[in-house]
Every structure is written in structure tokens, then in C-alpha cells.
């Protein structure tokens, strides 16, 4: 794996999890752009664990696009969790994510999220490259998903140092990348979210 | 024994934890390692039996 210049580079096998996400993708862009975030990241990566879900965020699209990728989604064999009706689908998204997965098998799922927050856009508008041989997918920047990933674990787990999957995925991209980061832009993200103390275990 | 009779030590347990988080840290490191000393093809294959046995054993590959 080769990170340069914004860009990874992997000549890695792809799992039925990462076709899964390939599949999908592949759908969306005919609509419109996204950054993938949170576990899936880690795991592309290499990290040595499955998920159930792929969290995906993507800028508010009009209805009417909404709506074509939605019924392109249904009639490539994906079934959405929440709902079957387009319009109902659409507003869901103002208020939280909508889940699609292929017919009959609700794992592994995308998790599917309009861009709401300051954190979401900026992950968006900073995403980065992952060059796979088969396709090149968006991932959230590394500086941010690190202490983002710190920031999900409650301080008392954190006390007990028990074992933690968000920790465990922020150690294994920090320990892959380490070298490469931009250490301003991260530990600006770090004093944000507030997670100067778990940051410090991560280096240790 | 009978389940009633079973005594918790929490200081006992909450190194158990300790010791495992250490346990499982030292083994991200490992594993890191050990994806920047081989290819891409060799790392991947081993994730790929482990990710996808797990999605056949929730029965979501054919």
C-alpha cells in the first residue's frame, strides 16, 4: 500500500465486502458524489475485521435525482431498510440515515447519510483517494477519521482501557500511516474533539 | 460448582480487561507490521478469508 500526494494506492484482493461497496458505488456515482467514513475505512485499509455496515455520506441531492437513484438502487436487487416509497425515503434523510442492502440480506448494509455537519463537509470536501486495481473510491481524510474515531469511545470505557473496536481502528490507521500524516491538520482535529488524552495512548 | 457459587473479583476482572486491551493493541501493531513487510496480494488474501467467512457464516454469499 503506497500513500502519497492525497493518494493510496493498494493492490489488495478485494473481499465480498469491498465488491459490495464496489457495487454500490458504482450505482451512486451515476447521481453524484460521496466519501465513504467511520469503519469501512480501517477496514479497506487492512484492518483484520468485518462490519455490518458501510457508512457512506452524500451532499442533499434534488428529489428528482434522489428518486432515479433510488429506483436504479431497487433495480439492481438492493431493497432500502427503511422504506420502499421514494418520498418517504427522501425526507428520512433530513433527519437521519437510510439503510440499503441487496434482497434478503440485511448484512452487510450502507448506511446511507446526507452531508449535515461541519465534520461531515469536511470530510467530504477533503476526501481522498483509494486507488484499488478494480476501482478508485473516496475515503474520509486520515488526520480527521483518526481522533473522529477517538471521539465515539465513552471516557469511562476509555478509563478501564477495555478493548474497543473504534480504538483499535484508529491505532491501525495511525500505525499504517503514521509517517505519512500532516500532524498539524491532525492534532487540529484532536484539541476539536476533545481527545488529547486518547490520542497520547494511540502514540504510546 | 453451581453458579451461586461463583465470586466475582471486579479488581481481578478489570485487569483481565487491562491485560487484554494491551493483548489486542500489541496485536494491531503486529498486524500492521506485518501489512508493510508483504504485498498487497498476501495481506489481502488472509483478510479476505477472514472477512469473508464471517458474511458466508451470516449467509450472505452464495
Not at chain 1, 66 to 92: G, H, Q, R, V
Not at chain 1, 97 to 103: D, H, L, T, V, W
Not at chain 2, 18 to 23: G, I
Amino acid at each position: 500500500m503506497e500513500f502519497k500526494e492525497g493518494e493510496i494506492k493498494s493492490n489488495k484482493v478485494l473481499t465480498e465486502l469491498d465488491k459490495f461497496v464496489i457495487n454500490f458505488i458504482d450505482i451512486l456515482e451515476r447521481y453524484g458524489e460521496y466519501v465513504i467514513v467511520s469503519g469501512y475505512v480501517s477496514i479497506v485499509l487492512g484492518r483484520s475485521r468485518a462490519t455490518e455496515d458501510v457508512d457512506l455520506l452524500v451532499p442533499k441531492m434534488d428529489f428528482s435525482k434522489f428518486t432515479n437513484l433510488f429506483s436504479d438502487l431497487l433495480s439492481n436487487d438492493y431493497e432500502c431498510a427503511n422504506t420502499s416509497i421514494p418520498e418517504e425515503a427522501y425526507k428520512m434523510l433530513d433527519e437521519h440515515a437510510i439503510r440499503f442492502y441487496k434482497k434478503g440480506k440485511p448484512i452487510p448494509n450502507m448506511e446511507f447519510k446526507q452531508i449535515s455537519t461541519n465534520i461531515h463537509k469536511y470530510s467530504f470536501e477533503n476526501r481522498i483517494k483509494l486507488v484499488l486495481k478494480e476501482k478508485t473510491l473516496f475515503i474520509s481524510p486520515l488526520e480527521l477519521q483518526i481522533p473522529y474515531k477517538l471521539s465515539l469511545i465513552s471516557d469511562e470505557e476509555f478509563e478501564e482501557a477495555s478493548s474497543d473496536k473504534d480504538f483499535e481502528d484508529a491505532q491501525h490507521i495511525y500505525e499504517l500511516f503514521k509517517e505519512k500524516l500532516n500532524k498539524e491538520e491532525l492534532f487540529h482535529f484532536v484539541k476539536l474533539l476533545k481527545v488529547k488524552k486518547k490520542m497520547e495512548w494511540l502514540e504510546k | 460448582m453451581k453458579a451461586e457459587d461463583v465470586k466475582v473479583d471486579f479488581e481481578e476482572l478489570k485487569k483481565e480487561k487491562q491485560r487484554n486491551f494491551r493483548e489486542r493493541i500489541w496485536f494491531i501493531k503486529y498486524w500492521v507490521n506485518y501489512i508493510k513487510t508483504h504485498t498487497d496480494e498476501e495481506w489481502s488474501k488472509q483478510q479476505r478469508f477472514l472477512i469473508d467467512s464471517q458474511l458466508k457464516n451470516a449467509g450472505n454469499i452464495d
